[in-house]
């Protein structure tokens, strides 16, 4: 019996959507074919906990900063990979990517595949001249959305026929078998300080990402209150940024109905609890957050960035307001939170796309797919 091919997975970090994602992944494939493990430079702090071995890079001892800092890593890494002997590795991140090309370069890997998870947002000419230089590498580069595939082929000069869309996934979930987010939670509703006759608009995010755009749900909450004088606010995530937004709800007089509930673990009862769930984002790959939400039957409304379209189908799933935009933003959920039967529908069909187009096992068949088109060699080159 053939052994397991490997592969060995880099990532800068392993944390947030992206780590809830890799390991939700690996978790599926079949061990008697895939052999996957995990080297990064961080403690992986993902809520999904890994079912591969992970090795963490040990701290820089000299200096820690661009060039020499990279260059110590990409020290670390040789040994390790070689070690390895994976059949394929495949990069997440800039840095990594950046690695395993030179690692492809040199010999020691012999097949390349990346991911990209968002649109670029963070990275500037210096990132995309060096992705273009070395564009030659990768074997494939795994856009997460039709919309990150663009911006990829526009940007980084690849050929077009290396550049694919893999959707994020999720396990899809039962159906409740209560209809309102109150009726669902009121334990948890308790906790928080929360009414059973409360419409809770929440938001999942990294409140120190300004690209989240968390601001602007703020700058729509006083009159999101003024009109649904039942409505509260539910925040889960931390950032530095906290300190602020606090200070601004106590300013705009809502701060008895804004709930700050920090990083939660077990993420799926606060789904549960919310009858809306929002997303000001000014750039998407594809929104965990927004996945999830569907995936809890919860209606959304989320900005026309990235990827989202091609999640949220407006008016059956959820709506899409242009980013920044605070009017249109406040009546969309005004709007929801006043119609209890949208809610309820919307929530209906966002848990059948979920099942039908998103579902994790779907997401982690096609990345073994796309491994064993790597892996075969084109017609030409096969022994006849």
Same mark, same amino acid.
């Given at each position: 019996?053939?052994?397991?091919?490997?592969?060995?997975?880099?990532?800068?970090?392993?944390?947030?959507?992206?780590?809830?994602?890799?390991?939700?992944?690996?978790?599926?494939?079949?061990?008697?074919?895939?052999?996957?493990?995990? %080297?990064?430079?961080?403690?992986?702090?993902?809520?999904? &906990?890994?079912? %591969?071995?992970?090795? $963490?890079?040990?701290?820089? #001892?000299?200096?820690?900063?661009?060039?020499?800092?990279?260059?110590?890593?990409?020290?670390?890494?040789?040994? #390790? =990979?070689?070690?390895?002997?994976?059949?394929?590795?495949?990069?997440?991140?800039?840095?990594?990517?950046?690695?395993?090309?030179?690692?492809?370069?040199?010999?020691?890997?012999?097949?390349?595949?990346?991911?990209?998870?968002?649109?670029?947002?963070?990275?500037?000419?210096?990132?995309?001249?060096?992705?273009?230089?070395?564009?030659?590498?990768?074997?494939? $580069?795994?856009?997460?959305?039709?919309? =990150?595939?663009?911006?990829?082929?526009?940007?980084?000069?690849?050929?077009?026929?290396?550049?694919?869309?893999?959707?994020?996934?999720?396990?899809?979930?039962?159906?409740?078998?209560?209809?309102?987010?109150?009726?669902?939670?009121?334990?948890?509703?308790?906790?928080?300080?929360?009414?059973?006759?409360? +419409?809770?608009?929440?938001?999942?995010?990294?409140?120190?990402?300004?690209?989240?755009?968390?601001?602007?749900?703020?700058?729509?909450?006083?009159?999101?209150?003024?009109?649904?004088?039942?409505?509260?606010? +539910? +925040?889960?995530?931390?950032?530095?940024?906290?300190? &602020?937004?606090?200070?601004?709800?106590?300013?705009?007089? %809502?701060?008895?109905? $804004?709930?700050?509930?920090?990083?939660?673990?077990? %993420?799926?009862?606060?789904?549960?609890?919310?009858?809306?769930?929002?997303?000001?984002?000014?750039?998407?790959?594809?929104?965990?957050?927004?996945?999830?939400?569907?995936?809890?039957?919860?209606?959304?409304?989320?900005?026309?960035?990235?990827?989202?379209?091609?999640?949220?189908?407006?008016?059956?799933?959820?709506?899409?307001?242009?980013?920044?935009?605070?009017?249109?933003?406040?009546?969309?959920?005004?709007?929801?939170?006043?119609?209890?039967?949208?809610?309820?529908?919307?929530?209906?069909?966002?848990? #059948?796309?979920?099942?039908?187009?998103?579902?994790?096992?779907?997401?982690?068949?096609?990345?073994?797919?796309?491994?064993?088109?790597?892996?075969?060699?084109?017609?030409?080159?096969?022994?006849?």
């Amino acid at each position: 019996m053939a052994e397991p091919r490997r592969v060995v997975l880099l990532a800068d970090s392993a944390g947030g959507g992206t780590g809830n994602i890799l390991f939700d992944v690996t978790a599926r494939w079949p061990r008697d074919r895939w052999d996957a493990r995990l %080297i990064t430079e961080k403690t992986p702090r993902a809520r999904v &906990a890994p079912r %591969i071995p992970v090795e $963490v890079l040990p701290p820089l #001892r000299l200096l820690g900063f661009y060039p020499f800092a990279q260059v110590q890593r990409l020290a670390q890494l040789v040994p #390790r =990979v070689r070690a390895a002997r994976p059949a394929i590795v495949h990069s997440y991140f800039f840095w990594s990517i950046m690695y395993g090309r030179a690692l492809k370069a040199a010999g020691v890997v012999p097949h390349l595949v990346e991911n990209r998870e968002d649109q670029g947002f963070n990275w500037g000419r210096h990132e995309y001249a060096l992705l273009r230089r070395t564009a030659r590498l990768p074997d494939r $580069v795994v856009c997460v959305s039709e919309a =990150v595939r663009q911006v990829v082929l526009e940007r980084e000069g690849l050929a077009p026929e290396r550049v694919v869309v893999i959707h994020n996934g999720i396990e899809p979930g039962p159906a409740p078998t209560l209809p309102s987010g109150a009726a669902r939670s009121g334990e948890l509703r308790r906790q928080w300080g929360i009414g059973e006759r409360d +419409l809770v608009v929440g938001m999942v995010a990294n409140f120190n990402r300004a690209v989240k755009g968390v601001g602007y749900f703020f700058d729509a909450m006083p009159a999101i209150a003024a009109a649904v004088p039942e409505a509260r606010f +539910l +925040l889960l995530g931390r950032g530095e940024e906290e300190a &602020a937004l606090r200070a601004k709800a106590k300013a705009d007089g %809502i701060e008895d109905r $804004v709930v700050f509930a920090g990083f939660q673990q077990d %993420i799926g009862p606060y789904y549960d609890m919310m009858d809306v769930s929002v997303l000001t984002s000014l750039s998407e790959g594809l929104s965990m957050t927004l996945l999830e939400s569907m995936r809890h039957g919860v209606p959304v409304v989320a900005t026309r960035v990235g990827g989202n379209p091609e999640l949220v189908r407006e008016g059956e799933t959820g709506w899409l307001v242009p980013a920044r935009d605070v009017p249109a933003f406040t009546e969309r959920v005004v709007a929801l939170l006043r119609d209890g039967e949208r809610r309820a529908a919307f929530g209906a069909a966002g848990r #059948r796309v979920i099942e039908e187009r998103f579902s994790i096992t779907r997401t982690a068949a096609r990345y073994t797919e796309l491994y064993e088109e790597v892996l075969t060699p084109p017609p030409a080159r096969r022994s006849g």
